[in-house]
């Protein structure tokens, strides 16, 4: 199998490239190709990269990896989750309070693949149990994070997402356009509400998405635990 491991920065994958260095210090995994890339923060730079290595090999599953906001009170934070649908939230213009996406001003197909409804949806299932134990949400993208009590009403009342990052929607697209099977996995490191960062848990956030990242490699590959 060849694996390539997506995340916008290094802290969020960085307890799983740990555990993949103790196996071997090669990229090679019980004979499994494992590339770790390092997109930058954002769906441009998460774009820019996937589009320069995708097509240059054959991989059989993309994983990208990260940390996320919940608008969901019912998941604690820290929680684990598999992203099935993801769009472009904030891609489009302002009719004076209205906000016009670009499928409303035209300027995209709604449903022009890779798009369904306007979503990037995965298509994909992998029978993992370190996978089909966690919840299964539906994400929006955006360039800048929710913060602001009406912006986020205006956002739930016109998405019903779950969570929110900035880089997922980029990712999907990428992968449906290059027919590559992928799954995004991210942990909630906060609620998205009023800007308040002693309220959030990035590390515990990090942690918890790890070890579920670790176990699906202990899946997929067969590596094995330490002894």
């Given at each position: 199998m060849k694996l390539l491991i997506v995340s916008s920065t290094w802290q969020e994958v960085k307890p799983l490239e740990l555990f993949l260095l103790k196996k071997?210090?090669?990229?090679l995994y019980?004979?499994?190709?494992?590339e770790l890339l390092i997109t930058g923060v954002g769906g441009v730079t998460t774009s820019y990269h996937l589009g320069?290595?995708?097509p240059v090999s054959n991989w059989d599953l993309a994983i990208q990896l990260g940390i996320c906001g919940s608008f969901n009170p019912n998941f604690?934070?820290?929680s684990p989750v598999n992203i099935i649908s993801d769009c472009f939230a904030d891609l489009g213009a302002q009719s004076d309070e209205v906000f016009l996406d670009a499928f409303e001003l035209g300027l995209i197909e709604k449903s022009r693949f890779p798009?369904?409804?306007?979503?990037?949806?995965?298509?994909h299932t992998l029978n993992c149990q370190s996978v089909t134990e966690l919840q299964r949400v539906k994400s929006i993208s955006v360039n800048t994070v929710s913060g602001n009590d009406v912006s986020i009403i205006k956002t739930v009342g016109r998405y019903h997402p779950d969570?929110?990052?900035m880089e997922g929607a980029a990712f999907a697209f990428c992968?449906?356009?290059?027919?590559?099977?992928?799954?995004?996995?991210?942990a909630i490191s906060n609620y998205v509400e009023k800007r308040d960062r002693t309220k959030w848990n990035i590390p515990l956030a990090i942690k918890n998405l790890n070890d579920t990242a670790i176990k699906l490699l202990q899946e997929l590959l067969t590596i094995g635990s330490e002894p």
């Open positions: 071997d210090e090669t990229r019980n004979e499994h190709a494992i320069k290595i995708l604690p934070i820290g798009f369904e409804d306007g979503w990037l949806n995965n298509p969570v929110e990052s992968c449906l356009l290059e027919s590559i099977p992928f799954l995004q996995l991210r």
